[in-house]
């Protein structure tokens, strides 16, 4: 018998795997999901024994999230009912601002905020941050002046040079009595055990969010935190692109690299705060108490109104896409792009090129050379449709061009953490600032214009003739699109 089954082990592992795959595929066939991604996840499985089975549990498995972020639904509901007097939420009297202000945007505010989790906010002063170098000096100086407490939520933070620059920091103003939190994504995230002990001991307060056993093997797993805040004494608030690491700093000798991310004070600093508790909540062991001191009345009375946008596996609608998708069906004039991957869903590539086809400038920025081969080709296999319509598209080449922004009709702007892509837009948790604001938004057309400088314009008679072997390595990994 175990002769029998020694000489056909081969034969019983492959029975196996289409048993399993054929379980599997069912199972994804009754979740009536997206046909591509459907398609996509058969093809792994039937095509590909034991990898594709592989494929699956890492990156098609839902029950994780039906049972993990059901429970954060639900502590979020309950938070936000139980905080509601505390909260800066509750405060509407204090958003009023006519239709004629707000450009026409009426349809986005009202449909970001259907969940009662993004209101309207007027009372801002918002300042455009270009690339890290920037960035950190300035949230280095905001945290050494912080008087109460310092929040931080980051898909990265890297224990290298400025990692390392901040965590001393951090340790020195826990030292001082001031109240440290860290939240940051295990699967991006890399600390030392020295830097840990440092941070323990010091006082601060750290997290990781859904932590996995083998993060150096996992750096696609689904639903991780991809999130970038900074929230300094409830007052200050930072949001977009950049993560902490050496890679965004511009020093001689490493490739250039192009980031945008925003510094704000007033009334959204409270929405990003609040964004942050409820992700706290979720991450520590304990039920977490509001205090007071984090969201403090705003003194600000710049007017530039805005809407801090969360999206993830834990909200029920898409609300980040959907703002963008009605902006680019919504314009009139132009809509200008700039995304680090773009691997879009049907209904935004049916916007781009409807708008683009009805008269509007559509214009998209996406990096010349990419950090994956597969979604590179993957982002090239959706080129041949907007040339088609008229959009123009441009090769970013004078580094990592990793901004993440969208500028319509010098009326609305969105800077923040999500991708134009799959991932972004329906597995991981993202976060951005939705601008209704000309000052802010001729601000970021002027920088999309320099970009412009640095950037190759796809030629589209020359790109309708690419040779073949492209266009199967494009066809190839748009299957995978999906799973990227």
Same mark, same amino acid.
Request: glycine residues 4%; aromatic residues 12%; contains cysteine.
């Given at each position: 018998?175990?002769?029998? @089954? ?40 039937? +095509? ?12 098609? /498995? ?10 954060? &639904?639900?502590?979020? /509901? ?5 905080? #509601? ?8 009297? +204090? ?7 707000? *450009? ?11 969940? $009662? ?56 103003? +826990? ?17 030392? /055990? ?25 750096? $696609? ?8 805040? #900074? ?12 993560? @902490?690491?050496?890679?965004?700093? &511009? ?50 009375? *710049? ?19 959907? #703002? ?49 081969? #597969? +979604? $590179? ?23 990592? @061009? *990793? ?20 991932? !972004? ?5 993202? @976060? ?22 640095? !950037?190759? /314009? ?27």
């Amino acid at each position: 018998m175990w002769y029998y @089954i020694k000489e056909h082990l081969w034969e019983f592992l492959l029975l196996l795997n289409y048993i399993l795959a054929l379980i599997a595929a069912v199972t994804i066939l009754l979740k009536n999901i997206n046909p591509t991604k459907t398609l996509s996840y058969l093809i792994a499985l039937l +095509a590909f024994p034991f990898v594709g089975l592989i494929v699956y549990y890492f990156f098609g /498995q839902d029950y994780r999230k039906f049972k993990i972020f059901k429970k954060k &639904n639900v502590l979020n /509901q309950k938070n936000i009912k139980d905080w #509601a007097q505390q909260l800066i939420l509750n405060k509407k009297e +204090a958003y009023d601002i006519s239709a004629e202000a707000l *450009h026409g945007n009426t349809k986005i505010i009202e449909l970001v905020d259907s969940e $009662k989790r993004s209101p309207l906010t007027v009372n801002n002063k918002v300042e455009i941050i270009i690339n890290g170098e920037e960035k950190f000096k300035r949230l280095f100086e905001d945290i050494k002046k912080a008087t109460s407490s310092i929040h931080l939520e980051y898909y990265i933070i890297n224990d290298d040079e400025i990692g390392g620059e901040l965590i001393d920091l951090l340790c020195k103003r +826990a030292k001082d009595g001031i109240l440290v939190r860290i939240n940051y994504d295990s699967v991006a995230s890399s600390f030392t /055990q020295k830097s840990i002990r440092c941070l323990k001991e010091s006082g601060v307060k750290m997290y990781p969010f859904m932590p996995v056993y083998f993060p150096k093997f996992a750096s $696609k797993v689904n639903y991780r935190n991809h999130r970038k805040i #900074a929230v300094i004494d409830g007052k200050i608030g930072y949001v977009g692109g950049i993560n @902490i690491a050496d890679e965004y700093v &511009n020093k001689e000798g490493r490739r250039y690299w192009r980031d945008t991310h925003l510094r704000i004070e007033g009334q959204a600093v409270g929405i990003l705060q609040f964004h942050f508790s409820l992700d706290w909540d979720f991450v520590t062991d304990n039920d977490i108490e509001i205090d007071e001191t984090w969201f403090p009345d705003t003194e600000i009375t *710049h007017k530039t109104p805005m809407q801090i946008a969360a999206s993830g596996p834990d909200t029920e609608w898409a609300n980040i896409m959907e #703002a963008m998708f009605t902006a680019i069906n919504s314009a009139s004039r132009y809509v200008y792009i700039t995304t680090p991957y773009f691997i879009p869903n049907d209904e935004m590539t049916l916007a781009m090129s409807t708008a683009s086809r009805s008269g509007v400038d559509v214009r998209l920025i996406i990096p010349k050379s990419c950090d994956s081969w #597969a +979604a $590179k080709y993957a982002t090239y296999s959706y080129l041949e449709t907007l040339l088609k319509a008229g959009v123009k598209v441009y090769l970013y080449d004078k580094g990592n @061009i *990793h901004a993440k922004t969208m500028i319509v009709d010098d009326v609305f702007t969105t800077v923040g953490t999500s991708n134009m892509d799959y991932r !972004s837009f329906h597995i991981n948790f993202e @976060i951005n600032a939705l601008i209704y604001d000309e000052k802010i938004t001729k601000e970021l057309l002027e920088i999309f214009i320099d970009d412009l400088q640095y !950037s190759e /314009q796809v030629d589209a008679e020359r790109w309708m003739d690419r040779g073949l072997s492209q266009r199967l390595k494009e066809s190839f990994c748009r299957l995978w699109a999906p799973l990227l």
